[in-house]
Antibody, heavy 117, light 107 residues
Framework: QVLLQESGPGLVKPSETLSLICTVS????????WNWIRQPAGGGLEWIGH???????YYNPSLRSRITMSLDTAKNQFSLKLSSVTAADTAVYYC???????????WGQGTLVTVSA | DIQMTQSPSSLSASVGDRVTITCRAS??????LSWYQQKPGTAPNLLIY???TLQSGVPSRFIGSGSGTDFTLTISSLQPEDFATYYC?????????FGQGTKVEIK
C-alpha cells in the first residue's frame, strides 16, 4: 500500500514562499510522476506540476515562473516551493502519484495553506 | 492546454435514480480520460481510468464511456454513499487538467 503525506506551514505571508514536502511510504520507486495539485475552498482541482523519478520536472504554464519542485530519494520525499504567494494561492494542496498517461492513483490527505498577513 | 468541460455543474437525484454526467475535451484525448469522486474534506478518489476501466474496489454501477472528445459517467442506480462531487481529468499530455466538477445532491 502506497501512502503519501503532505507537511509544511499552514500559514504563509503574502509575497513569501510556500514550501511543502510530500513523504511517500510503500513505493517511492522508479518510473512514476510525483505531482502537486491544489484546490481552493469550494473550488475545482488545479494541477501544479510533477517531477519524474529522474528529476525531470514539468510545471503548469500558469504557475511556471513561481514553482520549483525537487526530489530526495534517500528520504522518500518530494517537495514544492511556490514563490511570491498571494491570497489567490490559498488552497488545500495535495500530493499524488501517476504513471505515464495513467491517472492519479494515490493521493495524500491534503494540507490547507492560507496566505495571509 | 486542453480544457475539460463538465455538465451539469450540479444535479439533484434520488436513491435508485440513473445519473449521467458528461465531460467534453477541447481536443482529442483519445482514451486518456479518468473520473474521480470527492467527498467533503477528503482527497479525490479514482473511480475510472482509460474511459471505462473501473479502479479496484469500485462498484459496477459506475460506468464510463466515450472517446476522442466526448465522455460520460453513468451511475446506474444511485446509492446514498454516491452523493459527492465528480471530476473528469485527462492524462493525454501536460498540463493535466480537470473538469470543474459536478455535485450530485440528494433530491
Amino acid at each position: 500500500q502506497v501512502l503519501l503525506q503532505e507537511s509544511g506551514p499552514g500559514l504563509v505571508k503574502p509575497s513569501e514562499t510556500l514550501s511543502l514536502i510530500c513523504t511517500v511510504s510503500g513505493g517511492f520507486t522508479n518510473n512514476y510522476h510525483w505531482n502537486w495539485i491544489r484546490q481552493p475552498a469550494g473550488g475545482g482541482l488545479e494541477w501544479i506540476g510533477h517531477i519524474y523519478t529522474s528529476g525531470t520536472t514539468y510545471y503548469n504554464p500558469s504557475l511556471r515562473s513561481r514553482i520549483t519542485m525537487s526530489l530526495d530519494t534517500a528520504k522518500n520525499q518530494f517537495s514544492l516551493k511556490l514563490s511570491s504567494v498571494t491570497a489567490a494561492d490559498t488552497a488545500v494542496y495535495y500530493c499524488a502519484r501517476d504513471y505515464y498517461n495513467f491517472p492519479f492513483d494515490y493521493w495524500g490527505q491534503g494540507t490547507l495553506v492560507t496566505v495571509s498577513a | 492546454d486542453i480544457q475539460m468541460t463538465q455538465s451539469p455543474s450540479s444535479l439533484s437525484a434520488s436513491v435508485g435514480d440513473r445519473v449521467t454526467i458528461t465531460c467534453r475535451a477541447s481536443d482529442n484525448i483519445k482514451t486518456y480520460l479518468s473520473w474521480y469522486q470527492q467527498k467533503p474534506g477528503t482527497a479525490p478518489n479514482l473511480l475510472i481510468y482509460s474511459v471505462s476501466t473501473l479502479q479496484s474496489g469500485v462498484p459496477s454501477r459506475f460506468i464510463g464511456s466515450g472517446s476522442g472528445t466526448d465522455f460520460t459517467l453513468t451511475i446506474s442506480s444511485l446509492q446514498p454513499e454516491d452523493f459527492a462531487t465528480y471530476y473528469c481529468q485527462h492524462s493525454y499530455n501536460t498540463p493535466r487538467t480537470f473538469g470543474q466538477g459536478t455535485k450530485v445532491e440528494i433530491k
